[in-house]
């Protein structure tokens, strides 16, 4: 077992004790993980005592390495067992090791480190944060919207400890805050996790999909009028889909969503623009290069273009998170969308 791999500070620490808390409660206590915190600790046990070649993975390197699966393996792996915990995946494989050691010389290496990043310019930016007080919703993979005419956020749904969940917790801001869990009630979007809340800017929140068990994706799409409280069902996607990544194009209640993972464990590399009279528009991608097709990614709109553009950063492709950032430009002439893929910067 490894104390620190993923989560930095406090949060690592706290999970890690955890587990050796488990462990104790089990009276099968791990001796030598004080001693041998890190993959560089457990390289230097095998180094300084004669062995010539050793290579150290965590368990989600090697999983994601090619010398133990392959993409079409890990796919076949889904097939017998549907499976979207890759949170818990990763922070869980990166606690534990595999090491191997020869005797005959050799390179001494981490395998499956991350090669040099590029360098992208890019801006610092500082973010405070506030604690809140009161009752801490415990719900995991739900979606927030901010209802700032309120005063509040809203984490909508999600897994809560048992099952999955239609309320929702809302925080005040402010000195004192609470939260509090409002439910939906009848005629509105039923529970659901793996879903995406998008404010259109025109005092409406778009709900697009989600799921409830990994082999059960929605295609149902709701939005929620902030000034009336209430949801009320719009235009459904052409396919099921959850885990996909969506940003408002701030114009006429204009939306983009970029890849997500329908009913089978490949993830689409369609690209869709909300059109409120119309429904969903599936783009025209073009330029040299092709998105992968990916679920889990980061989408984000420039605030400096005429034109909407932005980026699609990371992202899962075949139980891997990939090293994809692309930049995207759409061309919009009346309702027609095309989307235009216009530059590629490989990490």
Known sequence: MLLEQILPGG?????????LGHFGKLNTQLKSVGTY????HQLDRFCTRGWGSVEAWTLWQAWADSKFFSPAERRKLDEVEPF?????FALFGSHYCLIHAKTKAGEVKVAGQTPAVVEIPS???TVLFDGIS????QRRFAAAMALPEQGAAVNVMGLGTKTRLQSCDIYSYGQGSKARELAFGEGGPSSRMCHTLTDLGDGRVLLAGGRSGPASPMKDCWLFDKSAGAWSKTHDLPAPLYRHSVVSLRRDG????AGGRGATSAGSAEFLVYVPQEGWVVCEVVGDEKPLAVYGAALGLREDSDSPAGILAGGLKD??????LLTWELDISGLKVRGCLSRKIEL
């Open 123 to 125: 801006e610092p930016l």
């Open 11 to 19: 949060e690592q620490h706290h999970f890690a004790s955890t587990m």
């Open 254 to 257: 204009l939306a983009l969503l």
């Open 37 to 40: 915190p890190t993959l560089g």
């Open 84 to 88: 979207d915990e890759w949170e818990e």
């Open 134 to 137: 009161g009752q801490k919703g």
């Open 319 to 324: 139980g891997v998170i990939t090293n994809q």
